[in-house]
């Protein structure tokens, strides 16, 4: 008995908590592609109500995930008129309050984008930057991968990006 009580205890005093995220947006013309809160210049861009920063929505998932809090589309819905074209960082920055609100805060966010093209590598530094500041966290807490499907299904056509992400959280 005395022990589960420590065990518990011990359990209480470190809320680690993981989760994951995943997100998929079409590519079309006449768009932006914005992807980690960064415009890349590009002749398509991602489909989607809000601006489509699918590693930005991955990464709230994950956020969002780790905490049991849901998911993006439950606390910013697509039905949403007011979330037309919106800057998906306004999301992120609402997510990391909330967190922090039930009592958690970031360790480590770390995702992988998977697109065809165009090359995302020079990118990356400039949306480590971005979103560290949107999380309030330092650059070293966040990784960002590029990869290609290569060649192969929908993101190897060149139709779609993917991006995968992880978040640990620990207590505030
Ligand atoms: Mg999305």
Do not use: W
């Not at 914005?34 to 956020?63: F, K, M, N, P, Q």
């Not at 849901?70 to 920055?93: C, E, N, Q, V, W």
Request: aromatic content about 4%; glycine content about 8%; overall charge positive.
């Amino acid at each position: 008995m005395r022990k589960n009580r420590s065990r518990n205890r011990i359990d209480e005093k470190m809320k680690m908590r993981v989760g994951i995220g995943y997100d998929v947006h079409r590519l079309v013309a006449n768009r932006k592609l914005v992807l980690g809160g960064v415009e890349i210049s590009y002749h398509l861009g991602l489909l989607g109500h809000s601006d489509a920063d699918v590693l930005t929505h991955a990464i709230i998932d994950a956020i969002l995930g780790a905490a049991a809090l849901g998911d993006i589309g439950t606390h910013f819905p697509d039905t949403d008129a007011r979330y037309k074209d919106m800057d998906s960082l306004i999301f992120l920055r609402e997510v990391a309050a909330k967190i922090r609100q039930v009592g958690y805060r970031i360790k480590n966010v770390d995702s992988t984008v998977i697109a065809q093209r165009p090359k995302l590598a020079p990118h990356i530094p400039h949306m480590r930057t971005t979103l560290a500041e949107t999380l309030d966290i330092s650059v070293a807490q966040i990784g960002i991968k590029a990869t290609t499907s290569e060649g192969l299904g929908i993101v190897g056509e060149g139709k779609a990006i993917v991006a995968q992400a992880v978040a640990c959280l620990c207590d505030l």
